[in-house]
């Protein structure tokens, strides 16, 4: 009798044959289909190879519980392991291997798709999710190349430049669709009044928020204001409703002191201050550089040259009492 095929596919080559998967499924013209398994298969991917970098410098720190972690276990594949956001606590924390917030950023979201398609469904336009899975693709490849492949020895070694080569020549036909309507919007976002930030649906820096409405140049994408205030708190900033309400802290979202929507996030990024947190509010557009709290109500409140601690309510309040 033939003997048997055998699966076998270490973290290593397990991971990029994903990337493979990826790159199979964003080539040419991909249809709905081929964009949902993109994204799944990225997902995969970004978790396994993450990983991979953990167990090279220690095989416990892959376990949810490291101080539980069993060897036999960990060979076999049986245990439970880390999800993704704690792994890359764990690579700084430990390994020294930083991942940058933005690209963090774009984990986060993809996280979010993915469990958003396995579990719920996913509407979105194409543009925007091919353009985000160029984004965690060049965080990957990087990745890979700075942090993973000098672990690497062996078949190992071997197998992960193979894959690279493959993956290159899909990476460089996908990423041109993006750079090509980048360029093509570009005219509009440096001629734009309003500040442009990144868009919490494609990633790309071509969102652009005022009047009450927001919307990004790049993917076409309109969000409601405080819609668009939450996820990019959740994506940027790790706050979410959810983590606020068990951990008791601030909300993801305030009343902005221009227009008094509900829409104002701080630590935001604009195109144009890119190393400089900021107020900004999702609704009107405008953006904050010295906010503080009323020392009556706790509102937030632009200081202002004077670096008056009181809102106008509460101010003429006190006048009226005097």
Known sequence: MPEEQQIRFPPVENGMDYLISVMEHLDGDPNPRSLKYAVLHLQAATEVLLKARLIAFDWRLAFQKPEEADRA?????????????????????????????????????????????????????????????????????????????????????????????????????????????????????????????????????????????????????????????????AEHLGDTWFAVVKNGGCPPRYTCPECDWDALVQRVRVAAFRDEDLGFCFHCGEVFRNLTRCAKCSTLIEAGAENLQACDACFEYAFARD
């Open 73 to 233: 276990a960990f060979d076999r594949g049986g245990f439970q392991s880390c999800d993704v956001d704690t792994a890359i606590k764990r690579l700084r924390a430990d390994a020294g291997v930083a991942v940058h917030p933005e690209a963090k950023g774009h984990i986060t979201h993809l996280a979010s798709q993915r469990n958003r398609l396995q579990h719920f469904g996913l509407t979105e336009p194409a543009l925007a999710v091919r353009s985000r899975t160029v984004l965690v693709l060049d965080f990957l490849l990087d990745f890979v190349n700075q942090e993973l492949r000098p672990q690497l020895s062996g078949g190992d070694l071997t197998s992960l430049d193979t894959h690279m080569e493959s993956v290159r020549k899909i990476l460089s036909r996908v990423e041109a669709l993006v750079t090509s309507r980048m360029a093509r919007i570009q005219p509009q976002l440096d001629s734009s009044a309003r500040p442009v930030i990144q868009c919490v649906a494609c990633g790309q820096w071509a969102m652009v928020a005022g009047e009450g409405a927001i919307t990004c140049l790049f993917c076409g994408v309109p969000w409601e204001p405080q819609q668009a205030a939450e996820e990019y708190a």
